[in-house]
């Protein structure tokens, strides 16, 4: 979604957390590359705040400029930009009167200065127990409010059960009204998680195929070549259900499930992600792999298991790995499995959907069969390291009389558009042009947390399973029972 650059209102954007590695990596190049593409021609203020830790609005520009440096940046506006642009306010973190009391003061005097109008951005990059502190804070001195618009973006994870997750909702409702909230999750900014809605309701081939009667399967992996890192201190205790399957991978799942919406908007879109969730069938534990890595080979490197990463404590049965199969009790997916697996120090970074369509009703085609198999039509859309989609079809070998090839009709985005925009590029500028399609509803956060929580009792066993291969040998039973396999 291409948005005209002069669609975006004079503003301020106010980063909680600037000093952290999210900013570093992800933020602060997104905002500068929405400057580049001319999005922010309109005057537009970036106010860094983190904890005191003597840092000062010239030490800030310095940061930042190192991390567009680090992100690939040498404009010759660089410099320019970070001195105009990027401002900094220090706050004692515990959530006193001060703090708020100051901050509120200094957005007012930039935008005095600025003559800007008094719209705010506030995005909380922030570990989630500083969540509702910000929140609270904002609220109670008034800054949910101001002249124009007032917006308010969160970073996942939202809650780390329903519980959590409901507090942290209403805490945000007590202050914001939903209009106002950006729950954000990466996935939903990449351009094939988007181009999902597209290619299926904008192609009545495809669409008229997307149901029971065509497809046998569906399979959803989000697979890591890297470890945990040096992450060890957020991860452990949350693991992968609640790292990715309760968030990213829902999030595409309901996606490829979801009805046509009503129109091309936010409510609808929403409307009909809520009504998979709520159409998930309570997920059986035999259902479900968790997996923990142990040592192993990734790209001819020896790697660590997860019990010998930095700061993970003796005997942790934190997952790494998740697979489950989940059954959707809907008139268009009854009896379609669909299978989601993802975990870290996986043989390569991948991420794919698969459609697998029923096999054909006829087999005089001896090739057709694979391992005493029928070979399915399978549609492989890959949303990395190469986002595009292959559907692989049968055609016939031309060397043979009746030997079959399956070959790939297949499209890759970078070819046919070039290099395509982070996805926090893509999520800001939505932002800060008010479209919640992207974001993620309290009510789906709540349906989601309804769905996995149960699985979350400590009676599923993390397994182990070498680095380097496709996870605990479980996972593959788990789609072998139904006659299917992985694909790798
Ligand atoms: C984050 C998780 O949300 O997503 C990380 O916290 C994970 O553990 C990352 O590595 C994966 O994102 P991507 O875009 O690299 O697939």
Known sequence: MTKAPE???????????????????????????????????????????AR???????????????????????DSELDTWCDACLFYQPIQGDGGDDDYTSLKARIEEIEAKREMPGNRAYYLA?????????????????????????RLIIEKPF??????????????????????IYRIDHYLGKETVQNLLVFRFANQVIESQWNRSAIENVQITVAEDIGVGTRAGYYDGVGALRDMLQNHLTQVLTLVAMEVPAAYDARSIRNEKIKVLRSIRKIDKSEVVFGQYAAGEIGGKQVAGYLDEDNVPDGSRT?????????????????????VRTGKRLAERLTEIIITFRKPPVQFFKSMELDGDVRRDQLVITLQPDEGFALHVDVKHPAT??????????FRYEEAFGKLADAYVTLLLDVLTGDQTLFVHAEEVEESWTLFEPLLDGTIEAVPYASGGWGPTESEKLIEDDAGRWRV
């Open 7 to 49: 669609t975006v209102d004079p503003h301020v954007f106010v980063l909680f957390g600037a000093t952290g590695d999210l900013c570093r990596r992800k933020l602060l190049p997104a905002v500068f590359r929405l400057t580049q593409k001319g999005h922010l021609r309109n005057r537009h203020v970036v106010l860094g705040v």
């Open 52 to 74: 005191d830790d003597g840092m000062d609005e010239r030490s800030f520009r310095s940061f930042a400029r190192q991390a567009l440096e680090d992100a690939g940046f040498s």
């Open 126 to 150: 922030v570990p989630p127990k500083v969540f509702p502190i910000v929140i609270d804070g904002l609220g109670r001195h008034g800054l949910n409010e101001s002249p124009g618009w007032t």
């Open 159 to 180: 809650g780390h059960d329903l519980e959590s997750a409901k507090k942290l909702n209403a805490t945000v409702h007590e202050w914001f009204s939903e209009e106002q």
């Open 319 to 339: 997952e790494t790995f998740v697979a489950a199969r989940l059954h959707i009790d809907n008139w268009r997916w009854q009896d379609v499995p669909f299978y």
């Open 401 to 410: 009389d009746q030997d079959l090839a399956k070959v790939p009709l297949s």
